[in-house]
């Protein structure tokens, strides 16, 4: 199970964080995180205490959704001397694909990755800006698997601890810098 | 104008390039970035490229569009610790957006940006895998102007100088690390 760290040390950097009410439907409370990223101490310490968390973990390889998720895990796989796979909505990646169709609150969605991504064996961290449901991570970890991965842990800058997405993750090493209860 | 240093350099980066034929359309030759992002050396390369011509400049901010910007732009940002702002798709953004329309080959497109993503007299770069016809990176480079920002330059992984994408934006320092003439 998860070991929350570096979550105290990186407490004040929810003073970086705009709440937005009603984004994007009414009755939403909505964590921007760009006014966090536009400020280079805020940014460099969180990937800074991502890196320091997954270091030990020596992954090959840091695989990251479209498209926030794309903000956080090539940086820290730059740090990490890692290598990164995008996972992207369909029809976006030009070579054979691997596919998960998962259920959202409202709808369905679909996650591609190249199915020469991985190796298998090769060790994986999952990056993404925010965990809610869990349902995006999940579909990550399957397709991931899929490929032969390891999966060496995931990593969210935001966890929402009242949506429980942790449950859906259970036997994974889940690791999120921002905890908010509401 | 461009002084393209340390282009030679990366030219065995193009090894690590896939070329996938006829995608996304029938005649169409797509350089997939893909298959370097994964190899860690490479990618290290990459971003260390960049930033080796993007340092003395001192950007203050990197600029990133939607969605293969978001894999380039965080991680230089971070190697030359500046900030990271998100040019976005419209709706995507939860405060109060500046909006560019702007023509593609068949159609049109929108950018939004924050209003409050620059301060004024800022220095920022504006990063994005791929320059082609120029056009995403133009009505970036409008957006960011809007706003009070100095134009440092512009960075591409990948320039198709055979559409003269670098016409569009004659009056601002573009540097790609790799080019292709068809």
Known sequence: MNTPRAGANCEPLKRLIR????????????????????????????????AEYYLPKKPHLVLGMEARGFI???????????????VRKPGKLP?????????????????????????????????DDLLSTGGTAAATVELAKSLG??????????????????????????YSLLHYDH
């Open 149 to 174: 991965a390891k999966i060496a842990g995931l990593g969210f800058v935001v966890e929402l601890d009242f949506l429980k997405g942790r449950e859906k993750l259970g036997e994974y090493d889940v």
């Open 95 to 127: 070579a054979p694909t691997a596919r998960k169709e998962y259920e959202l609150e409202y709808g369905k969605n679909t996650l591609e990755i190249h199915r020469d991504a991985i190796e298998p064996g090769q060790r994986v961290i999952i990056v």
């Open 19 to 50: 709440e937005v009410p009603d984004f994007p439907v009414k009755g939403v409370l909505f964590y921007d995180i760009t006014t966090l990223l536009k400020d280079r101490l805020g940014f460099a310490m969180l990937i800074d205490a991502l």
């Open 72 to 86: 956080f895990g090539p940086a820290l796989a730059y740090r990490l001397n890692a290598g990164f796979v995008p």
